[in-house]
């Protein structure tokens, strides 16, 4: 059983720019979280898709915008990125309302 | 607005002895509680849960409490080892499916 793996594991991108990031969820889990975690805080939910369909969203503008594919993974898509859109991003997956089990995240520089 | 608070930053503790980590909550919806650990370079990773209707839950070292009537919740590691030494989160949800609501986290040191 793989658990869940998140790529790239760093990236640095130019503010202006597009970025998308990927998420493969634990096998078996059908619902897949992004969370953002800024430097000294908490992670903090960006949204969430279930079986291919949005299922709710934090308080992040349209730019940050979402997939989930017929195999359950999922892609994470920033548009016009700005500074302060540096953060570690972690994507968790689950199976209904089991616990969420985190990727090791991906850490993305805005310069 | 901070839903779930970690009011401690930091935490240091002697290994062998009792390590207790708190968290408040202010949403009354809340009806689930999780722990996560967190080491460097890596994700959270889940340890306890406790649902609103029981106020404890223990499993091996790891315990956590959950008061309801001050909105309180705390995990109790003991004995705490060296390997602890992680940030650890509180998080909550409301009944809808994981979308999960976390404190600022507190960093535990477990001294040898």
């Known amino acids: 059983e793989t658990g869940v793996t998140q790529s790239p594991t760093h990236l640095i991108k130019t503010r202006g720019q597009q970025v998308t990031l990927r998420c493969s969820s634990q096998s078996g889990h059908n619902t897949v979280s992004w969370y953002q975690q800024a430097l000294g805080q908490g992670p903090q939910f960006i949204f969430q898709y279930y079986r291919e369909e949005e299922n709710g969203r934090g308080n992040f503008p349209p730019r940050f915008s979402g997939l989930q594919f017929p195999n359950y993974s999922s892609e994470l898509n920033v548009n016009a990125l700005e500074l302060d859109d540096s953060a570690l991003y972690l994507c968790?997956?689950?199976?209904?309302?089991?616990?969420?089990?985190f990727g090791q995240g991906t850490r993305l520089t805005v310069v | 607005d901070q839903q779930v608070k970690q009011n401690s930053p930091s935490l240091s503790v002697q290994e062998g002895r009792i390590s207790i980590l708190n968290c408040d909550y202010t949403?009354?919806?809340?009806?689930?509680f999780l722990w996560y650990k967190k080491y460097p370079a890596e994700g959270p990773t889940f340890l306890i849960s406790?649902?609103?209707?029981?106020d404890k839950n223990e499993d091996g070292r790891f315990t956590v409490f959950l008061n309801k009537s001050a909105k309180h919740l705390s995990l109790h590691i003991v004995p705490s080892q060296p390997g602890d030494s992680a940030v650890y989160f509180c998080?909550?949800?409301?009944?809808?499916?994981?979308?999960?609501?976390f404190g600022a986290g507190t960093i535990l040191r477990v001294k040898s």
């Open positions: 968790a997956s689950s199976r209904g309302d089991s616990e969420a089990f």
């Open positions: 406790i649902s609103s209707i029981k």
């Open positions: 998080a909550a949800s409301a009944g809808n499916g994981n979308k999960l609501v």
């Open positions: 949403n009354s919806m809340f009806d689930y």
